[in-house]
C-alpha cells in the first residue's frame, strides 16, 4: 500500500524543486528531458473533465508557440497514476501486446467497484529546465486510488510478465517538454506566458484508464485499452 504520510511529504518535496529550479533555468536556459526521447509502455491514467483539457491544452499549445516545445492535447492531458513495462525504443519497434493488455484490463477491473471519487485543486504553474506542469494537490482519495491500482498489478505479477511498474509521485499534469536546448534570453515569452496564466479549477477526474502510450519524434500518442468510471 502507498504510505499517505510518505506520499504527501515526497509530493511536497518534488514542487519545493521545481520552485528552487526557476533561478536555474533563468540563468542556464532549458534543455530537453529524456521523456521526449522515442518511448512507449503502458499508462494507468486519471481521465479528467474537457474544461481543464482543454485549458492544459491552451497552455501547452501557447507555450510551443513562443519556445520548441512538445505539445499536450486531448488525453494526453491526464495524471499518471502508473507506469509499467515503458520502453525507450525507435518508433519501427514500439508495439503493444494483446496479452499484457488484457492483463492490466484484468487487473483494474478487479478492483475498480472499490475506485474512490477523487478531486484534485491545483495552486499554480511550474516549471524547471525540462518540464512545465500544473500543480496538482493529491491527498488521500489519490493515494487510495493508486494504492488500489498497485496492489492489484503487484498481485496480477504485472512486473515479471510486462515490466517496470512505476508509482506516481504527485497529482500533477504535465502540459510541455522544452524539444531543444533553449538560452534563458530567448525565454523570456515563455516566462511572462506562465506568469500570467490564471490557475486551473480543481478538477474531478471521470474514470481510471488504461492505455498504450507511444513517443514518436516529440508527438504523443496515447491509445486507451478502458475505462473505468469514478463516482
Known amino acids: ?15 519545493d524543486k521545481f520552485r528552487a529550479a526557476h533561478d536555474t533555468i533563468r540563468k542556464e536556459g532549458a534543455i530537453p528531458p529524456k521523456t521526449v526521447e522515442n518511448r512507449d509502455g503502458y499508462l494507468v491514467i486519471l481521465e479528467h473533465p474537457a474544461e481543464i483539457v482543454e485549458r492544459c491544452a491552451d497552455v501547452s499549445r501557447k507555450i510551443a508557440a513562443v519556445v520548441p516545445a512538445m505539445v499536450y492535447e486531448g488525453i494526453a492531458v491526464h495524471t499518471t497514476i502508473g507506469v509499467v513495462g515503458m520502453h525507450y525504443r525507435s518508433p519501427e519497434q514500439q508495439r503493444s501486446h494483446p496479452e499484457e493488455v ?6 483494474l477491473h478487479s478492483v475498480s467497484k472499490d475506485f474512490p471519487a477523487v478531486t484534485i485543486p491545483y495552486e499554480g504553474w511550474l516549471y524547471n529546465k525540462d518540464t512545465t506542469i500544473a500543480q496538482g494537490i493529491a491527498g488521500e482519495t489519490f493515494v487510495r486510488l493508486a494504492g488500489l491500482v498497485h496492489q492489484s498489478l503487484q498481485k496480477y ?36 506566458l506562465v506568469r500570467a496564466e490564471p490557475l486551473l479549477p480543481s478538477s474531478t477526474p471521470r474514470a481510471v484508464s488504461v492505455g498504450y502510450v507511444s513517443v514518436k519524434n516529440g508527438n504523443v500518442v496515447l491509445e486507451i485499452k478502458e475505462r473505468f468510471p469514478l463516482p
Open 1 to 15: 500500500m502507498i504510505e499517505l504520510e510518505k506520499f504527501l511529504a515526497g509530493q511536497q518535496q518534488v514542487y
Open 102 to 107: 488484457a492483463l492490466l484490463k484484468e487487473a
Open 157 to 192: 505479477n504485472a512486473h515479471e510478465k510486462i515490466g517496470t511498474v512505476q508509482q506516481p509521485w504527485g497529482g500533477h499534469i504535465t502540459v510541455s517538454r522544452f524539444m531543444e536546448k533553449t538560452p534563458p534570453e530567448k525565454l523570456d515569452a515563455f516566462f511572462d
